[in-house]
Structure formats: structure tokens, C-alpha cells
């Protein structure tokens, strides 16, 4: 078992050389471990890579979450999150959901946005994309979407709704003198 690599929610989805989570022991994960209950049974600075695929949208406290993700990862780690857009049926389909994305839902956690203050947890936004099903009208749509993702939002997106969010951050860290 590895022990740089984080996969949270594994579900059947196991890495291999990873550290393999899920809620549930019938998956047979590496961690048995409700990621709602913190502090996660992980020590500080152990992970270089986290990947968080369809599980951060049912967690109750996203602050608190992103907080133990900070805590558990390296210095530049880098982590893959991909959740439901706000505006697709899934969103709401689903009643484990507790959350929906926008293309601006992890700003919050880069201190660039006025309402950082909510946590020291920091990150540097590395990449992010709205998913669509693949037609010819969301082809021209994702473009679209990717160049003014705010008036998408504010506009066409119940009208052309995105599939998920997928996100990639960078833990930023303070260093620290002697």
C-alpha cells in the first residue's frame, strides 16, 4: 500500500499505491473512515497527491473538509476534485448530494476571494473545467463556458446544463522560521 497517494471514496475504484478510503467496509478499502468525523486517521503532511472523484458533494462541511485535506498533505500536493455542476440533473437526482458546484466554488480556499477569511487552509487553483456531455451543441457551448464561465452561469446554464466540475489544486503552505 502505498503511502503518497490519497484516494477518497474509493468506492470499487481502487488505485493502485494508493491509500484507498471509503465509508463503507463492504467496498473492502484500504481505511474504513467517515470523512465527516475529523480529525481523518492521518498524519499531518503525509500525502503528495489526493484525488477526491464524486465524494466531496456528500460531505457535510466542506470548510472542515478541505481543512483536513490541507492538514493531511504535503507542501505542492496536488489534489483532482470532481463534483456535480450546480446545474446538472444529477445534482439533484441523487439524495446523497449535499453540495453543487460552480466555477467558482473552490475560490474560497485560495485567499483571492473576499470571503477567505472562513479558513487558513490555502490553495493555488492549478486548473479547473466544466464537463458537458459530449454533443455537438455542448462543443460549442464548453467553449463558450470556459472563456466566460460567470456569464454561463448567470445565463445558459439552465438552459445548456454541465455535467460536473472537475478541479485541481495546489496546497499551498506557510513556511515556517526556526
Same mark, same amino acid.
Given at each position: 500500500?502505498?503511502?503518497?497517494?490519497?484516494?477518497?471514496?474509493?468506492?470499487?475504484?481502487k488505485l493502485p499505491n494508493?491509500?484507498?478510503?471509503? +465509508?463503507?467496509?463492504?467496498?473492502?478499502p484500504d481505511v474504513v473512515?467517515?470523512?465527516?468525523?475529523?480529525?481523518?486517521?492521518?498524519? %499531518?503532511?503525509?500525502?503528495? $497527491?489526493?484525488?477526491?472523484?464524486?465524494?466531496? $458533494?456528500?460531505?457535510?462541511?466542506?470548510?472542515?473538509?478541505?481543512?483536513?485535506?490541507?492538514?493531511?498533505?504535503?507542501?505542492?500536493?496536488?489534489?483532482?476534485?470532481? +463534483?456535480?455542476?450546480?446545474?446538472?440533473?444529477?445534482?439533484?437526482?441523487?439524495?446523497?448530494?449535499?453540495?453543487?458546484?460552480?466555477?467558482?466554488?473552490? %475560490?474560497?480556499?485560495?485567499?483571492?476571494? $473576499?470571503?477567505?477569511?472562513?479558513?487558513?487552509?490555502?490553495?493555488?487553483?492549478?486548473?479547473?473545467?466544466?464537463?458537458?456531455?459530449?454533443?455537438?451543441?455542448?462543443?460549442?457551448?464548453?467553449?463558450?463556458?470556459g472563456r466566460w464561465p460567470?456569464?454561463?452561469?448567470?445565463?445558459?446554464?439552465?438552459?445548456?446544463?454541465?455535467?460536473?466540475?472537475?478541479?485541481?489544486?495546489?496546497?499551498?503552505?506557510? $513556511?515556517?522560521?526556526?
Amino acid at each position: 500500500m502505498g503511502d503518497t497517494i490519497l484516494n477518497l471514496g474509493c468506492g470499487q475504484k481502487k488505485l493502485p499505491n494508493a491509500v484507498n478510503l471509503d +465509508v463503507t467496509p463492504d467496498t473492502n478499502p484500504d481505511v474504513v473512515h467517515n470523512l465527516n468525523v475529523c480529525p481523518w486517521p492521518f498524519s %499531518d503532511n503525509q500525502f503528495s $497527491e489526493v484525488r477526491a472523484n464524486d465524494v466531496i $458533494e456528500h460531505l457535510g462541511d466542506i470548510v472542515e473538509v478541505m481543512g483536513e485535506l490541507h492538514r493531511v498533505c504535503r507542501q505542492g500536493a496536488k489534489i483532482s476534485i470532481t +463534483v456535480p455542476h450546480f446545474s446538472s440533473a444529477n445534482a439533484f437526482t441523487d439524495p446523497t448530494h449535499r453540495h453543487y458546484f460552480g466555477w467558482y466554488s473552490f %475560490d474560497y480556499f485560495t485567499g483571492e476571494h $473576499e470571503h477567505s477569511y472562513y479558513t487558513r487552509a490555502r490553495f493555488r487553483m492549478a486548473n479547473r473545467q466544466m464537463v458537458f456531455h459530449d454533443n455537438p451543441t455542448n462543443k460549442l457551448v464548453r467553449r463558450l463556458a470556459g472563456r466566460w464561465p460567470a456569464g454561463y452561469e448567470r445565463a445558459w446554464a439552465w438552459t445548456f446544463p454541465a455535467w460536473f466540475m472537475w478541479y485541481e489544486l495546489e496546497v499551498v503552505k506557510e $513556511e515556517r522560521n526556526p
